[in-house]
């Protein structure tokens, strides 16, 4: 069973691995955000938060759950971004928090 922690628009699966570092995985459907240039965005911001945090020896996967945005509206705002930092950096601190 992989333990899963959600917020609004994400959900992460994490398992401990036997490596001497952590890695990750980006789920970004296209029914979920319908552009490429915000599924981009997100695996970048993604992975940017990855590297900063202090993880312990996990696997990580990130899936996108619910919808960002439409198609009808702007791909990526400073809000969008801002929204979707604050929940990436979320689902990483419960797993530091957690494996300590």
Do not use: W
Request: glycine share 4%; hydrophobic share 40%.
């Amino acid at each position: 069973m992989r333990p899963v922690y959600r917020t609004a628009h994400f959900v992460l699966y994490a398992r401990s691995n036997q490596l001497s570092h952590a890695r990750l995985g980006i789920v970004a459907a296209k029914r979920f955000a319908p552009r490429a240039v915000t599924r981009n965005t997100i695996k970048r911001v993604t992975r940017e938060l990855f590297r900063q945090a202090e993880l312990p020896t996990i696997d990580c996967i990130v899936r996108l759950s619910k919808p960002v945005n439409s198609k009808a509206g702007p791909a990526t705002t400073p809000g969008l971004k801002a929204l979707l930092r604050a929940e990436l950096a979320q689902l990483l601190n419960s797993q530091t928090r957690a494996r300590k």
